[in-house]
């Protein structure tokens, strides 16, 4: 809810009842604070008034309050992809010393090598019926293609990167812009620790992939190439990657899109509003391409 008062124009927002617990929104606004001491673009969160927490209990529901912030949505442009890239990068930079022990609770994993992932896709694949034939081979294939990508992605040293506190959800959405440079990141609902590179893949998915039509059926299966190399180049004026980890991005774009796709269907049979089983058929194909297209678009970010 958009606020205006005399002291000036806010954004009030509300949880869903045991959407995240108290410890959990705690630290993401921990995670804001910091970020905003060392001026990283955030939206302002402010105290309440009778207690020194930018976190508010009432009735079972957890809110927040922000300083509003004006800008535009992310335009497509090489600009804007460049700085949404850089951003990111100057996002872990200065998260890299964050002391996070204190979250390791329900804050550490990610999308790669899930046995929770690895879950539904056995759960989606595991109906015998005619009736849902197609989708148990959908599901089977995924599984294939989001192990194949898990391997790689060990072998590339996986367990050898260093963890830290990540954003968990870089995606257009949840940015606003002035004049082509990112203004304001708005969502810290995913942050979470991870290696740094699983933020960049998602990121890079995010920024590239082409949909936009009411039908998933109508999405291409190929990605912006552009985009994604332009989101990359971004990222690595201000961190460097080795060889290993820029092989590594494309496998893992592979698995969060996978992994993104398959939680949300299996809890609904819908992701948003779009029917499961015809989004899991586009995620199919999509990641089909890429791992079509790995050696070319590796050669394009190596």
């Given amino acids: 809810m958009a606020i205006v008062s005399e002291q000036g124009k806010y954004l009030?927002?509300?949880?869903?009842?045991?959407k995240d617990d108290l410890c959990r929104v705690a630290f993401a606004h921990a995670v804001q604070s910091h970020l905003a001491a060392e001026s990283f673009p955030v939206t302002c969160l402010l105290a309440a008034r009778n207690e020194n927490s930018t976190v508010l209990q009432l009735d079972h529901h957890i809110y927040e309050l922000f300083k509003f912030v004006t800008g535009t949505r992310y335009d497509g442009s090489k600009e804007a992809t460049i700085d949404a890239g850089r951003k990111l990068a100057e996002f872990?930079?200065?998260l890299s010393n964050f002391a996070y022990?204190?979250?390791?609770?329900?804050?550490?994993?990610?999308?790669h090598d899930s046995s929770t992932v690895r879950r539904h896709l056995k759960t989606l694949g595991s109906d015998r019926s005619n009736r849902n034939k197609k989708l148990r081979a959908t599901a089977e294939a995924l599984m294939t293609l989001y192990n194949e990508s898990s391997v790689s992605v060990n072998e590339s040293g996986f367990d050898s990167w260093t963890h830290q506190?990540?954003?968990g959800d870089w995606h257009p959405g949840n940015m606003l812009f002035s004049k082509q440079k990112l203004a304001a990141v708005l969502d810290f609902d995913s942050v979470r620790i991870a290696p740094p590179l699983t933020d960049l893949?998602?990121?890079?998915?995010?920024?590239?992939?082409i949909g936009g039509r009411p039908n998933p059926a109508d999405w291409p299966?190929?990605?912006d190439q552009d985009k994604l190399v332009q989101f990359l180049s971004g990222y690595r004026e201000v961190i460097k990657l080795n060889k290993d980890m820029l092989k590594s991005l494309i496998d893992l774009m592979i698995e969060t899109?996978?992994?993104?796709?398959?939680?949300?269907?299996?809890?609904t049979g819908f992701f948003g509003h779009l029917s499961g089983e015809g989004f899991l058929k586009m995620i199919l194909r999509k990641s089909k391409w890429l791992n079509k297209n790995h050696n070319k678009l590796a050669k394009a970010i190596i």
């Fill in 12 to 18: 009030l927002k509300r949880r869903p009842k045991g």
């Fill in 92 to 94: 872990h930079r200065h």
């Fill in 101 to 111: 022990e204190s979250a390791l609770g329900g804050l550490k994993g990610c999308f």
């Fill in 165 to 167: 506190v990540v954003h």
């Fill in 201 to 209: 893949a998602n990121g890079m998915l995010q920024f590239s992939i």
């Fill in 221 to 223: 299966d190929f990605f």
């Fill in 257 to 267: 899109m996978i992994a993104e796709a398959v939680l949300p269907i299996v809890a």
